[in-house]
């Protein structure tokens, strides 16, 4: 397969990449410099070029653009940045797939911020948006890819939970702590994240990219965990006992409007990724978490 991948320097684009190269897949990657090898292709996603000769060639399309969340305080004026970004990006890519009458593929980013905050209701593909600062930019996001559907490309909407990795994204900022012992929860301890590991996440992202499924998906694990379960169990695996927690009101100063995401509750279920049969390496946290120690 030819494989064209927007956001390929990321935490998921990366691994990504690396799974399909090594099964002898062919993978493109779209910059926004100049190119430097033959697997590279320049684009410039808010003005609105993208080598549509290219996309007509591929078999699928990944777009994982955007700027990141995690890298800076959420404010009013970065949400524009990483909104608009987000946006352009999408809308250049959609274009470009439907004047090159792409007949393959489009998994399209997106993540659990979707659902906003939602205490213990259990949530669903087809669960509602929520209200939240970052359910806003994900509802958003998930929309400029909506023309697409309409133009007859199969569009699988990739809504991502925590990506437990050795490195890299989330695990940059918690694996310090914890290897430190110096972290036993955020906020009360009570909200429930839905995670998955990113070795998981790369087989989840190519599971969908060979099925027939198009609309939403939850890519997270079966068993959802709280917040001081899943500090207890990272910290259990490496080997370190739990000390501080970190107050609401800290998160908020460190982190600003996002920190009400970050301190959220989403207890989701993956209903497509069973539905179709995927079968998950790490379906439960301490599997994930001994897999995360061993690589750091």
């Known amino acids: 397969m030819r494989i064209v991948i927007a956001g390929s320097s990321g935490l998921i684009g990366t691994a990504l990449q690396e799974s399909l190269r090594s099964d002898g897949h062919e993978t493109i990657s779209l910059v926004r410099r100049e190119v430097r ?3 590279e292709s320049m684009w410039d996603p808010q003005g609105g070029h993208v080598d549509v000769e290219l996309l ?30 987000r946006l352009g990006a999408t809308g250049t890519l959609v ?9 393959g593929v489009l998994l399209q980013g997106s993540a659990m911020g979707y659902y906003g905050a939602r205490g213990n209701e259990t949530l669903t593909e087809r669960s509602a948006p929520g209200d939240t600062l970052l359910a806003s930019i994900v ?12 133009a007859g490309i199969r569009t699988v909407w990739c809504r991502t939970g925590l990506v ?18 110096l972290l036993s929860r955020f906020g009360s301890g009570e909200a429930w994240h839905s995670w998955i590991s990113l070795h998981d996440d790369v087989r989840a992202l190519r599971f ?7 609309g939403p998906a939850n890519i997270i694990a079966p068993i959802a965990v709280k917040d001081r379960e899943f500090i207890r169990v990272m910290a259990a695996a490496a ?5 501080f927690p970190v107050p609401a009101w800290a998160m908020r100063a460190a982190v600003g409007p996002a920190a009400e995401d ?8 993956p209903g497509v990724l069973n539905r179709l049969g995927f079968t998950w390496d790490h379906p439960e946290i301490t599997s994930a978490a001994n897999w995360v120690m061993e690589g750091v």
């Open 139 to 150: 509802t958003q996001w998930e929309a400029a890819a909506k023309p697409a559907l309409e």
């Open 37 to 39: 090898a033959p697997d």
């Open 164 to 181: 437990l990795a050795p490195h890299g994204g989330f695990a940059a900022r918690l694996l310090p702590l914890v290897q430190r012992g």
């Open 95 to 103: 274009r470009g797939l439907r004047d090159a009458a792409f007949s």
């Open 239 to 243: 080997d370190k006992g739990t000390a």
């Open 56 to 85: 007509a060639s591929a078999d699928a399309v990944v777009n994982l653009a955007g700027a990141s969340i995690g890298d800076k305080r959420l404010t009013t004026t970065y949400a524009g940045v990483v909104l608009q970004s």
């Open 262 to 269: 970050l301190l959220s509750s989403q207890l989701a279920k």
């Open 208 to 214: 969908l990219m060979d099925s027939d499924h198009e």
